[in-house]
């Protein structure tokens, strides 16, 4: 049994920008060795497609593939999973698929166009992407959740193909995760993992064929090969740990705030959790529920271990200066569990999701409430957002000129053109621009 702490932190205290600072440093993706080994699975895989792929995923994940076919799952695969898990497990599959494919159908953006008034036609044509893959991990880990945020937004964005890979050592797959596939409306299963998946993904081999954008969660040699391939592909994001930070006003049941702060701990060592409050007695209470609260936890050495390298209990002057502060860490996930939270909405700037009120859980977000569970970490609230549909559509720019829009912009952009000594711009402009007397 890990024996408990948690590092106290006041907002008025003449260190506390530099206790702040220390509180969320953390390194991201910086292993070299991890880098070089990561370079080498990329062009392995680019340069000897399904062979490479096999050849590594025999190595890491202890499998005997003797042929591409043997990592292909097809959809009766996946409704196989889908009849075999139970039907309280399908039940809330489905329910929480329900949920995430609603809420994401709020985001779908639609072309637009307007008519100047001679005639031109300025607009912006929005179009889903052709092909994404998604990571997500395997083995005896089960994240079906996973699965519904990322597939879902991508199938209601109308994305044409979605392949999934999951990685499946010593043979093993999750009937859940299948099943989730399944319902999500994934359109074909790789069971491959790490570097290779990526590089299998972002380059295409004989077998798997090559996508636009990579997105899901996986360990740092994913990370890193994400990383690496962005730019051949786009990424969602370099995830960093889970964290929560929760601002209370004293009044929540103790053991439900420790209880959520524990939600986040219990992920891996690096998750963060931290509380903010302007009572100290209150904070007391929560430590004191975090203490025993801790000790029933299955994963009590992991969340542990969290709390005392990387949780805190702030005291703050008042919701306002919490509210400051907040902004100041632009946590993943942020509850505000006061009355009357959206008062305070419109003065937070930063934060991946927010949960308002005492009744609303952080873990709802995690699996059925509707929006998505992947979201900005590591500070980077501040310039990113959860993933959407949004990140499945893309923009085009449509520009139709009347003759007389070509006249009248025409001789704007030759100036401009002239200006920047681009003859033939100005040239190109020109031949369109109507002359005197015509």
């Not at 993943?332 to 934060?351: C, F, G, M, N, T």
Request: glycine share 8%.
């Amino acid at each position: 049994m890990s024996s408990f702490s948690i590092r106290r932190l006041d907002a008025n205290g003449a260190d506390f920008d530099t206790e702040l600072a220390g509180l969320l440093a953390w390194e991201s993706v910086s292993d070299s060795s991890v880098a070089s080994a990561v370079a080498d699975i990329l062009q392995q895989v680019k340069n000897r497609g399904d062979a490479a792929v096999i050849e590594f995923t025999n190595r890491f994940d202890r499998r005997n593939l003797q042929g591409a076919q043997e990592f292909c799952l097809g959809q009766p695969a996946l409704q196989q999973a889908l009849a075999r898990i139970s039907a309280d497990s399908r039940a809330a599959l489905e329910a929480a698929a329900a949920r995430v494919r609603g809420y994401h159908e709020h985001q779908l953006q639609d072309s637009w166009q307007y008519r100047e008034a001679d005639g031109t036609v300025l607009g912006q044509q929005i179009s889903p992407m052709e092909r994404v893959g998604i990571y997500v991990p395997g083995g005896k880990a089960s994240y079906p959740s996973s699965v519904l945020m990322n597939a879902i937004p991508a199938k209601v964005a109308g994305v044409d193909q979605v392949s999934m890979v999951v990685p499946a050592p010593d043979g093993q797959l999750n009937d859940l995760v299948l099943a989730a596939a399944a319902i999500a409306g994934v359109d074909q299963v790789f069971t491959i993992g790490g570097a290779q998946a990526v590089a299998a993904l972002a380059y295409g081999t004989e077998t798997i064929g090559r996508v636009d954008k990579i997105v899901g969660p996986g360990n740092i040699f994913v990370a890193t090969a994400k990383r690496a391939v962005f730019g051949q592909v786009a990424i969602d994001m370099i995830a960093g740990p889970s964290e929560i930070l929760v601002i209370c006003d004293g009044k929540t049941d103790p053991d439900w705030i420790a209880m959520d702060l524990l939600s986040q701990a219990e992920h891996d060592e690096q998750a963060q959790s931290v509380l903010l409050c302007p009572s100290a007695d209150y904070l007391d209470a929560v430590e004191a529920s975090l203490e025993k609260l801790l000790a029933e936890l299955p994963r009590e050495e992991i969340a542990g271990q969290s709390l005392r390298d990387r949780g805190a209990l702030i005291l703050v002057s008042d919701i306002e200066q919490a509210i400051e502060v907040a902004n100041r860490i632009a946590p993943e996930h942020l509850e505000v569990s006061v009355d009357e939270p959206e008062q305070y909405l419109p003065k937070i700037r930063h934060a991946g999701a927010i949960f308002l009120g005492r009744h609303t859980a952080e873990a709802l977000g995690d699996y059925c409430a509707g929006p998505n569970h992947v979201l900005p970490t590591s500070g980077t609230a501040r310039f990113s957002s959860p993933l959407g549909v949004y990140d499945f559509q893309k923009r085009s720019s449509i520009i139709y000129c009347s003759p007389q829009g070509a006249d009248t912009l025409g001789r704007v952009a030759s100036t401009l053109a002239q200006g920047e000594g681009l003859d033939a711009h100005a040239r190109s402009a020109e031949y369109r621009v109507q002359k005197k007397g015509s």
